[in-house]
């Protein structure tokens, strides 16, 4: 079953959202230093006449890294080739990308993070020199071949920047970091999307479908359809304050955006480990979820909003964390 306030992308997220991109830097909602920073490097390149140097775009899933790489190919005037990190399994894989590049194109790779290690090394040479090295043959007869190819800038989106190796992210010239947006941004969106729809939202509706997607753009965009879908049928097709209410307590997305694992988490935190600290092993085997999914997609945002804090010891609930779950604090706990 499909988590409401999971931000990693459906398929049916994937469909959309080719339908809502925007094209260009000033149809880009939020991440206001980035866009600024990227639009200069992409107008000096276009003034120079030479390719933009390669881009790193990391953060939380659902925050505009694909949208991002999409505005910098249009802007560019140049097509932009998409793969992903897990797709690429072999060097030969990459060697066909690249030599099928032409001058000046974009490579975007998804979860550049999860690329093997032994495809790794091949890129180097390609992000620096614009060269292959190909090794032919076997045993003693093997010999090294050098390829030329185009130049061309790569694209890399990655929610786990930890896990990318420093000679990768050396190889880098432009690096950014996405943050969370805003509730005020995050209106906006509902509203651009809404009138791409032709929904029917107010403001009020707007702020609350914003104030509960969890500072994510892509939980904005899946609450707002489903919203629609109970304005539809539950009241006269407009999507009031009120209506947004309902139709996300059906949803059980509460005022603070949690979902159920959400709830899980700091319950089996607060509950099972008084309040920790507990490692994360723990808490996955103890709510049976994954441990990279708590770290990439609940842990993020539970930090963020000042539910959850790291210690060396493991992840420790806040005192904010057992206000809102009405739950008594222990004498030792109030030290945070």
Same mark, same amino acid.
């Given at each position: 079953m499909t988590r409401i306030a999971n931000p990693r992308p459906t398929e049916e997220d994937l469909k959309f959202e080719k339908t809502i991109r925007p094209m260009n830097f000033s149809e880009f909602i939020g991440q206001e230093k980035v866009k600024q920073n990227l639009k200069v490097f992409v107008e000096a390149a276009i003034k120079r006449r030479e390719s933009l140097d390669h881009v790193l775009l990391y953060g939380p899933p659902g925050l505009g890294k694909t949208s991002l790489s999409y505005i910098i190919a249009n802007e560019m005037g140049r097509p932009l080739k998409a793969t992903s990190g897990p797709a690429i399994e072999k060097p030969g894989d990459l060697a066909a990308i690249l030599t099928n590049l032409k001058d000046g194109e974009i490579l975007f790779i998804d979860e550049i993070h999860r690329m093997p290690s032994i495809?790794?090394?091949?890129?180097?040479?390609?992000?620096?020199?614009?060269?292959?090295?190909?090794?032919?043959?076997?045993?003693?007869?093997?010999?090294?071949?050098?390829?030329?190819?185009?130049?061309?800038?790569?694209?890399?989106?990655?929610?786990? *920047?930890?896990? @990318?190796?420093?000679?990768? %992210? +050396?190889?880098?010239? &432009?690096?950014?970091? =996405?943050?969370?947006?805003?509730?005020?941004?995050?209106?906006?969106?509902?509203?651009?999307?809404?009138?791409?729809?032709?929904?029917?939202?107010?403001?009020?509706? *707007?702020?609350? @479908?914003?104030?509960?997607? %969890? +500072?994510?753009?892509? &939980?904005?965009?899946? =609450?707002?359809?489903?919203?629609?879908?109970?304005?539809?049928?539950?009241?006269?097709?407009?999507?009031?304050?009120?209506?947004?209410?309902?139709?996300?307590?059906?949803?059980?997305?509460?005022?603070?955006?949690?979902?159920?694992?959400?709830?899980?988490?700091?319950?089996?935190?607060?509950?099972?480990?008084?309040?920790?600290?507990?490692?994360?092993g723990t808490i996955a085997a103890s709510i049976n979820e994954e441990k990279d999914t708590i770290e990439e997609v609940y842990e993020p945002f539970l930090i963020q909003v000042g539910f959850l804090i790291r210690t060396p010891r493991g992840r420790m609930a806040t005192e904010k964390a057992f206000k809102h779950f009405g739950k008594e604090i222990k004498a030792h706990k109030k030290l945070f």
């Open positions: 495809v790794e090394e091949i890129l180097y040479p390609a992000l620096e020199d614009f060269n292959l090295d190909l090794i032919i043959g076997q045993g003693p007869n093997a010999r090294t071949y050098k390829l030329s190819i185009p130049k061309f800038t790569m694209i890399g989106a990655t929610t786990r *920047a930890g896990l @990318i190796t420093p000679a990768l %992210r +050396g190889r880098f010239g &432009i690096i950014h970091h =996405l943050d969370f947006y805003s509730p005020g941004e995050l209106k906006d969106i509902v509203e651009r999307t809404a009138g791409i729809l032709n929904i029917s939202v107010d403001d009020e509706g *707007a702020m609350e @479908i914003a104030m509960r997607s %969890r +500072g994510t753009p892509r &939980i904005a965009n899946r =609450l707002l359809r489903r919203v629609r879908d109970f304005a539809e049928i539950k009241a006269d097709g407009k999507i009031t304050a009120s209506v947004a209410r309902d139709a996300l307590e059906m949803l059980e997305v509460d005022q603070m955006g949690f979902d159920e694992i959400d709830r899980k988490i700091l319950d089996s935190i607060i509950d099972k480990f008084n309040g920790g600290p507990v490692g994360v």
